[in-house]
């Protein structure tokens, strides 16, 4: 089969953008990578991305939008799959996926609020999920088991900004979920998610962080 020529366009720091990089490496796909600065995109920016977000992938110069459907485009272009075999473990997949997307709103907020009563809600908040997601696990390297699947790809990001945020604020909630954090290690530890961003992600996330009006970020910067 004959691949379009693709492009992925993109901010380094994206976490939608990384679950798209995370499976074109997987699948071994061959892609151009573009990085844009989201506060001054270029003009043609706003004609492939109606909804004026990254990651936008160009296949023959035609867009595609969003993080999710530029991953299930992949999968579906390329031999083999990410996703089971089963229906209803696609599914369950798939649900899990809008668990980890809910999870990714409410770690923005962590990122960026300046209140601390909404700070300190959002915690609790994101400690009922983490804990949630524990009882979905068992201890395996993967979500599936030993096969690396799309669910992955998702939870691969969220992960690598815990491990940057963690270095100032310690989150209790992440102490007691030893099936996440084994999942987790596992997960940094994959050569696709390791390739996934900049090699200076670690000090450019945590630039971004600090730069941010936030109550996080009075914290990193005590």
Known sequence: MNLPRLKLVSF????????ARITLLEKEIEHEIEYIDLNA?????FEVSPLEKVPVLLADDRPVFESMVICEYLDEI?????????AYARAQNRAWIEFGNDILGHSYTLFT????????????????????????????????????????AVYA??????EVMNKYF???????????????????????????VPADYIPEMTAYLKRQDSVLSRYMTA
Do not use: M
């Not at 990001?157 to 815990?162: G, N």
């Not at 290690?185 to 390791?194: E, F, N, T, W, Y």
């Open 113 to 152: 609020t300046g209140e601390e009563r909404k700070f300190k809600q959002t915690v609790a908040v994101l400690a009922d999920r983490f804990d949630i997601l524990e009882e979905q696990l068992a201890h395996r390297p993967y979500f599936n088991g030993k096969a690396f699947s799309l669910v992955d």
């Open 78 to 86: 390329t031999p083999g799959s990410l996703h089971p075999e089963d």
């Open 170 to 196: 310690e989150f209790d909630f992440l102490e007691d979920i030893p099936a996440v954090l084994q999942w987790w290690q596992a997960l940094l530890q994959r050569a696709s998610v390791q390739q996934s």
């Open 12 to 19: 380094a720091l994206c976490p939608y953008v990384q679950r």
């Open 41 to 45: 995109p270029p003009p043609w920016f």
């Open 157 to 162: 990001p969220i992960f690598r900004a815990y």
